[in-house]
Nanobody
Framework: QVQLVESGGGLVQAGGSLRLSCAAS????????MGWFRQAPGKEREFVAG????????YYSDLVKGRFTISRDNAKITVYLQMHSLKPEDTAVYYC??????????????????WGQGTQVTVSS
């Protein structure tokens, strides 16, 4: 069982940066694949970034590649999403997720087992 709690969202101007954190509980955190997803009003939940359980591979949506970085700290059982060069279209509720089966696909939200409550990111133009 894994519990996830996101933090770090807020209001930022276009071009700014934010770092989201996802604090996880559970002894087997290091064996889970992790992902960040987002959902804007009226839109489907979409993949942002993912991290394989080994930590050797990261995956990004083409919409954020080069601007966002996912990382994890197994000692602190925390996953981060560093976001730079934010755009108004990045505005959404951002969710952290974990999957017990640490295999691809990492970009399919239906394959994740645990979710946080979400944190709002608003980018003003």
């Amino acid at each position: 069982q894994v519990q996830l709690v996101e933090s770090g969202g807020g209001l930022v101007q276009a071009g700014g940066s934010l770092r989201l954190s996802c604090a996880a509980s559970g002894r087997t955190f290091s064996s889970y694949a992790m992902g960040w997803f987002r959902q804007a009003p009226g839109k489907e939940r979409e993949f942002v970034a993912g991290y394989s359980w080994s930590g050797r591979s990261q995956y990004y949506s083409d919409l954020v590649k080069g601007r966002f970085t996912i990382s994890r700290d197994n000692a602190k059982i925390t996953v981060y999403l560093q976001m730079h060069s934010l755009k108004p279209e990045d505005t959404a509720v951002y969710y952290c997720a974990a999957k017990e089966l640490p295999r691809p696909p990492y970009d399919d939200y239906t394959t994740y087992d645990y979710w946080g409550q979400g944190t709002q990111v608003t980018v003003s133009s």
